[in-house]
């Protein structure tokens, strides 16, 4: 394998809702800025991959649009995954693996707010016998939740703290949306959302775009002074059938950590993609990250969920804390489907 | 199965999705600008051109087309189909002459119809002028 | 370096209007499963997949490869979903494909599929956006005025497209799968078929097919001890350009001019009319044969419709085009661009049956989507390069 590197990163601010600018306007700026501090020309970047889904824009092909920003003239070399911004990265990864490029940009942009995306979500289940009862995204991890209550791995004073920690952590985050100091007593007090979950248990909706800049062993040390490196990345998949899995274990994401070698030395902290308070633990477990392990100091998708780049951000986040020197080996994590279905897992090393 | 039963080769699941659609801040200037009669193209920050309509971007150079630009309403055909299959989203009555008209002072053409003239008589490199509704008509969001 | 790469085992559907006797996972199972029969593999040997299909309101579903993990024993193993417009067949060949080529896994499952009778693909087309008064409907309303264009500027002959359509509905009757079976077809009948987006005649265009192709690639190592004829992949490669921008020139766009140029030279083709024996390429319009000759470089810039008319491209010319009845006879969109793959693949393995072309060595598969603005293509040999 060829040795890969994280040289920049860039986001939006997230936000409730971009009402003002279009995904072009929106995605024009990150691009710009991710590409700036890659040290690397536009025209010198190998290939682009982005991710998202029509079912956000609300309209066919809409990844095509998205090219307007990027300045693909003289043509480039271009790819696409209906899928979070992470897998797009893996795309990128995999042609420089190839040794067909030597660098890579990967974004990836979304605007839940067009939309109702709880509702939108439930169109990813199976539509001959699940869709047609719409079980919305919050109803299906609430499932999840009791499966993880009602066998004692955590108690809903658990959820409430992550959810605190997540949302304390995101005042020093100016790009995150959902910020502030909980008390853990007072949320607990709040009614059911949907029971067990209440409404700090579930991520805020935001729109927004990323997008990372890799590039290969010598390239990567020549641009950048704090090149983070992929030293693993996996991912695989779960049952689609909530009934045949158990819902409180994710043996994907278990999986995809061994293949990218989570355990292979100290982690100090780690971005999960947990949408839901109660994933962060079972995601934690199934990485086998120890107590003290620092997660979402960013953050996290409890402070901002931008879907289709929440996984990215993940990645992105903490190679910039890797870079900024705020920890040495940092584990990422990227989620699609209902309850934690697909799992992707990158370790990063500064 | 105690019984033969047809077997089920289909069900019907509507689907219902809502959105609310973001046109973006340049398209905002192009669509604003119809309801006053206006053409208003944008050029691009870095290499002028001007498109019509502006999407937000110039996408040889990536950057924003922020510079509104009013052209003329006289244009010439770089191409046309005539267009004789219904669709869902179209209000046009069958069958129609769609074009591809260059705006004298853009550098990217844009679709209209020519409704004036027998198909027969219409082709490429014919000038042409843009035909206004009615103002009343003037909405370009509810059309 | 990469690994050296084959395709090991294909499998097709039957193309049809509407089969009503499969579900989404049993079509896409369906192509699988011939796939894996056809490579002498079984599922626990597939380490990873990769799946394509066209825009997802085609069908209804939101990410559908979620909800068929299972179908294509996606459990416990990476999964992929690539969606490169029309060109998406194509694409995800060569995602997969480059799995095995960097080394990451040795045997991987790649499918495409579109079931369009699921849905209303017109109405997934056509979507009233508010703020944009539409003009031209899907795809034919799109590509006709392109077509014109063409036909201003080359002069080729008014019946160049009706030519090319006669060719592609006799070849797919060489073709079990394919979905078209026009055994009275005559070229009256095509030019007396209505016109829809003129210049566009109704027999020039695609149907809208279900169906689902899936092909195994697997390494060097797998593909010499399988002991089964096997297409080496001697090159890929992917271009796109922007939908609409000043001075664009959309009837010969520079990503497929550049991307089949880049193409030949890491194939080491110097001259491909002479070298590649057959093509398979994406041709949804009659006309777009003749366009892509010259984009491929097959015949200088506004000559390309001299291939069709002095039968070049026909079965038994000298640069055999489509012999499968193309996407004109069976279009299931996503899968579309994947079984021009699979088609230049079977060629160069000798599995074409009435449609091979005798001593097939060296082939290429194309794609292209969005408005003429996404490609992918490959070139596949009975030997490695």
């Given at each position: 394998m060829r040795d890969v590197a994280i040289v920049s990163y860039s986001q939006t601010p997230y936000v409730r809702s971009e009402r003002v600018r279009n995904e072009v306007e929106m995605l024009m700026p990150v691009i710009d800025a991710v590409v700036e501090q890659s040290g690397i020309a536009r025209r010198e970047i190998g290939f682009t991959c982005s991710g998202s889904t029509d079912y956000l824009a609300g309209q066919s092909f809409s990844f095509v649009m998205a090219v307007d920003a990027v300045g693909a003239w003289p043509p480039i070399k271009e790819s696409h995954v209906e899928m979070d911004g992470a897998w797009a990265l893996y795309e990128a990864w995999v042609k420089i693996q190839c040794g067909e490029v030597d660098s890579a940009l990967a974004f990836s942009f979304g605007r839940s707010s067009m939309g109702e995306t709880a509702e939108t979500l439930a169109l990813q289940t199976d539509p001959y016998t699940v869709a047609p009862l719409c079980p919305d995204t919050i109803s299906m991890a609430a499932l999840q939740a009791r499966v993880g209550l009602d066998k004692g791995l955590f108690s809903e004073r658990d959820m409430a703290e992550v959810a605190a920690r997540c949302r304390r952590a995101a005042k020093d985050n100016p790009e995150a949306q959902l910020k502030g100091d909980f008390d853990v007593d007072k949320l607990l007090a709040e009614p059911y959302l949907v029971s067990p979950l209440r409404?700090?248990?579930?991520?805020?909706?935001?729109?927004?775009?990323?997008?990372?800049?890799?590039?290969?062993?010598?390239?990567?040390?020549?641009?950048?002074?704090?090149p983070v490196w992929i030293r693993g990345i996996d991912h695989r998949l779960d049952s689609h059938q909530l009934g045949s899995r158990d819902l409180s274990l994710s043996p994907s994401t278990e999986l995809a950590g061994k293949k990218a070698g989570v355990a292979q030395g100290p982690i100090d902290f780690a971005e999960l993609h947990a949408p839901f308070s109660h994933q962060e633990l079972i995601l934690r477990r199934a990485l086998g990250l120890a107590d003290d392990v620092l997660v979402n100091p960013s953050g996290g998708p409890l402070a901002a969920n931008p879907i289709m780049s929440a996984g990215l951000a993940r990645i992105g986040e903490a190679s910039r804390r890797i870079a900024a020197g705020k920890g040495?080996?940092?584990?990422?994590?990227?989620?699609?489907g209902p309850c934690l279905q697909q799992n992707l897992v990158c370790v990063l090393e500064g | 199965?105690?019984?033969?039963?047809?077997?089920?080769?289909?069900?019907?699941?509507?689907?219902?999705?809502?959105?609310?659609?973001?046109?973006?801040?340049?398209?905002?200037?192009?669509?604003?600008?119809?309801?006053?009669?206006?053409?208003?193209?944008?050029?691009?920050?870095?290499?002028?051109?001007?498109?019509?309509?502006?999407?937000?971007?110039?996408?040889?150079?990536?950057?924003?087309?922020?510079?509104?630009?009013?052209?003329?309403?006289?244009?010439?055909?770089?191409?046309?189909?005539?267009?004789?299959?219904?669709?869902?989203?179209?209000?046009?009555?069958?069958?129609?002459?769609?074009?591809?008209?260059?705006?004298?002072?853009?550098?990217?053409?844009?679709?209209?119809?020519?409704?004036?003239?027998?198909?027969?008589?219409?082709?490429?490199?014919?000038?042409?002028?843009?035909?206004?509704?009615p103002e009343a008509e003037w909405d370009p969001a509810h059309r | 370096m990469a690994e050296h790469?084959?395709?090991?085992?294909?499998?097709?559907?039957?193309?049809?209007?509407?089969?009503?006797?499969?579900?989404?996972?049993?079509?896409?199972?369906?192509?699988?499963?011939?796939?894996?029969?056809?490579?002498?593999?079984?599922?626990?040997?597939?380490?990873?997949?990769?799946?394509?299909?066209?825009?997802?309101?085609?069908?209804?579903?939101?990410?559908?490869?979620?909800?068929?993990?299972?179908?294509?024993?996606?459990?416990?193993?990476?999964?992929?979903?690539?969606?490169?417009?029309?060109?998406?067949?194509?694409?995800?060949?060569?995602?997969?494909?480059?799995?095995?080529?960097?080394?990451?896994?040795?045997?991987?499952?790649?499918?495409?599929?579109?079931?369009?009778?699921?849905?209303?693909?017109?109405?997934?087309?056509?979507?009233?956006m508010p703020f944009a008064v539409a003009m031209v409907a899907g795809a034919g309303g799109f590509f006709a005025p392109l077509i014109r264009g063409y036909m201003q500027r080359s002069g080729a002959p008014e019946d160049t497209g009706i030519r090319v359509a006669l060719k592609d509905r006799q070849n797919a009757?060489?073709?079990?799968?394919?979905?078209?079976?026009?055994?009275?077809?005559?070229?009256?009948m095509i030019a007396n078929s209505p016109m829809l987006w003129d210049p566009i005649r109704y027999l020039?265009?695609?149907?809208?097919?279900?169906?689902?192709?899936?092909?195994?690639?697997?390494?060097?190592?797998?593909?010499?001890?399988?002991?089964?004829?096997?297409?080496?992949?001697?090159?890929?490669?992917?271009?796109?350009?922007?939908?609409?921008?000043a001075g664009r020139d959309q009837v010969m766009p520079q990503a497929g001019l550049d991307c089949s140029a880049e193409l030949?030279?890491?194939a080491g083709i110097q001259n491909p009319r002479a070298e590649i024996d057959c093509a398979e390429i994406y041709v949804p319009f009659s006309w777009f044969e003749?366009?892509?000759?010259?984009?491929?470089?097959?015949?200088?810039?506004?000559?390309?419709?001299?291939?069709?008319?002095?039968?070049?491209?026909a079965i038994d010319g000298d640069m055999p085009v489509n012999m499968s009845g193309g996407v004109l006879s069976s279009n299931a969109i996503g899968a579309s661009g994947m079984i021009r793959f699979a088609e230049a693949a079977m060629q160069v393995r000798g599995q074409a049956g009435e449609h091979q072309i005798e001593g097939a060595k060296k082939a290429l598969g194309h794609a292209y989507g969005g408005g003429s603005q996404y490609f992918s293509m490959w070139i596949v040999g009975d030997q490695p390069l």
């Open positions: 409404k700090h248990d579930c991520p805020p909706i935001s729109d927004g775009a990323a997008a990372i800049v890799i590039a290969a062993g010598d390239l990567a040390k020549q641009v950048s002074k704090k040495q080996r940092a584990v990422a994590h990227a989620t699609s | 199965m105690s019984e033969e039963q047809e077997p089920v080769t289909r069900i019907i699941t509507p689907v219902k999705v809502d959105y609310e659609y973001t046109p973006g801040v340049t398209s905002e200037r192009f669509l604003l600008g119809l309801k006053q009669g206006k053409l208003l193209g944008a050029a691009c920050d870095e290499c002028g051109r001007v498109y019509i309509p502006p999407r937000g971007a110039c996408p040889r150079c990536a950057v924003p087309t922020s510079k509104i630009r009013e052209l003329a309403h006289k244009g010439t055909i770089i191409t046309l189909t005539i267009v004789r299959v219904p669709s869902d989203n179209i209000d046009v009555e069958l069958p129609y002459c769609a074009a591809s008209i260059l705006l004298d002072g853009a550098d990217i053409s844009m679709t209209g119809l020519i409704q004036e003239c027998p198909f027969e008589e219409v082709r490429i490199g014919m000038r042409v002028e843009a035909v206004w509704k | 790469a084959a395709v090991v085992g294909i499998g097709q559907t039957k193309y049809d209007a509407k089969r009503l006797d499969v579900s989404q996972p049993g079509l896409v199972r369906e192509a699988a499963i011939r796939a894996l029969e056809d490579a002498g593999l079984e599922w626990k040997d597939i380490d990873a997949v990769v799946i394509g299909k066209a825009p997802d309101m085609f069908e209804g579903v939101m990410m559908p490869e979620l909800f068929l993990a299972e179908a294509l024993g996606g459990v416990g193993k990476p999964m992929l979903r690539v969606h490169t417009a029309g060109s998406v067949g194509g694409s995800t060949a060569i995602v997969a494909a480059s799995l095995v080529q960097a080394g990451i896994h040795e045997r991987v499952l790649t499918v495409s599929y579109e079931k369009q009778s699921e849905s209303n693909a017109m109405w997934a087309l056509s979507i009233k009757l060489k073709n079990q799968y394919a979905h078209l079976q026009m055994p009275d077809i005559s070229f009256d020039e265009t695609c149907p809208s097919s279900d169906g689902a192709c899936a092909m195994v690639i697997a390494d060097a190592k797998h593909t010499k001890a399988s002991g089964r004829p096997a297409a080496w992949i001697h090159a890929t490669n992917m271009k796109t350009e922007p939908t609409l921008f030949y030279k890491k003749p366009m892509w000759m010259e984009n491929l470089h097959f015949a200088p810039i506004n000559e390309g419709w001299k291939m069709t008319y002095e039968g070049a491209t």
